[in-house]
């Protein structure tokens, strides 16, 4: 396993192998545990992402999945439930406003957002007037829709036309737009991956936190483990790497090669854990 490139992520690392049982283990779906696919319907985990979290989470305090998806589709895209080894995982679905735990096997979520309905009724029309109904792929997340831009026959050009119409449909029903890695979601405000990590990681009273993405929706997280570390918690910042996106890479303590580096990371902490 390659050293973090920093002081601050090497204290994290440092800390999390002293004590893993005060540990949690956070990391984003889509470009992290999997790889991205056109047609976010077939994306799966990597095919070790499940072995290697099995492995590591009886080690630690916690192992948590943070994403935008529903957390039903990323337990049943990533194959997580009735694994031994992962128990206790909770995966925080729609950045937070959902959570399913391993041991209950039941999601829990408050009502949706009203604008969602709203968004859903008019998009097929702001699509057509940007002459791109047929060059996107809409998601229907339930508590949100995202609009991919991958399938076009220009995906950035696609996904910067979309930018101002989807903005305004949003704000007409007080939503607002994520952009992402060809994908832009419209969702209710006041939900990030930071606000549901730093909740989640008070909850466990844990003492170090390890955080890995690969996409925009990412940087609340990071920001919510650097405010961590300011306040003398350590932690350790991992980019899933990409081209599409180099904001993280620029902000992370270890960027690992996509979903196989990550599982990589992971099989390589379970055995310096287990060697302990």
């Not at 319907?41 to 492995?55: D, I, K, M, N, S």
């Not at 057509?128 to 995202?146: F, I, N, Q, S």
């Amino acid at each position: 396993m390659d050293a973090p490139r920093t002081a601050a992520g090497r204290a994290g690392l440092a800390a999390l192998l002293a004590r893993p049982e005060r540990a949690v283990i956070a990391l984003d779906f889509d470009g992290t545990l999997a790889p991205i696919v056109p047609d976010p319907e077939q994306a799966r985990a990597h095919p070790g992402a499940v072995a290697a979290l099995a492995a590591l989470a009886p080690r630690v305090a916690s192992v948590a999945v943070v994403t935008g998806r529903p957390a039903g589709v990323a337990v049943r895209h990533g194959g997580f439930a009735g694994v031994p080894g992962l128990d206790h995982l909770v995966v925080l679905g729609h950045y937070g406003a959902e959570r399913w735990d391993a041991v209950t096997g039941t999601v829990h979520a408050p009502a949706p957002h009203p604008g969602v309905a709203g968004v859903r009724s008019e998009l097929p029309g702001v699509l057509e007037a940007a002459g791109l109904w047929h060059d996107t792929y809409v998601e229907e997340k339930g508590r949100a829709v995202a609009v991919h831009t991958r399938r076009a026959a220009d995906p950035q050009g696609a996904f910067e036309a979309l930018r101002a119409p989807l903005s305004a449909l949003a704000a007409r029903h007080g939503l607002v737009v994520e952009p992402g890695r060809l994908v832009l979601e419209l969702r209710p405000p006041g939900i990030d991956k930071g606000v549901a990590l730093t909740e989640y990681v008070r909850e466990t009273g844990a003492e170090s936190v390890l955080y890995a993405g690969d996409d925009l929706g990412d940087l609340p997280a990071y920001a919510a483990v650097e405010k961590l570390r300011a306040d003398g918690m350590p932690g350790l910042l991992v980019c899933s790497g990409s081209e599409e996106v180099t904001e993280l890479s620029t902000r992370a303590d270890l960027t690992v090669d996509g979903p196989g580096g990550v599982v990589t990371l992971l099989t390589s902490l379970a055995g310096r854990l287990n060697e302990g």
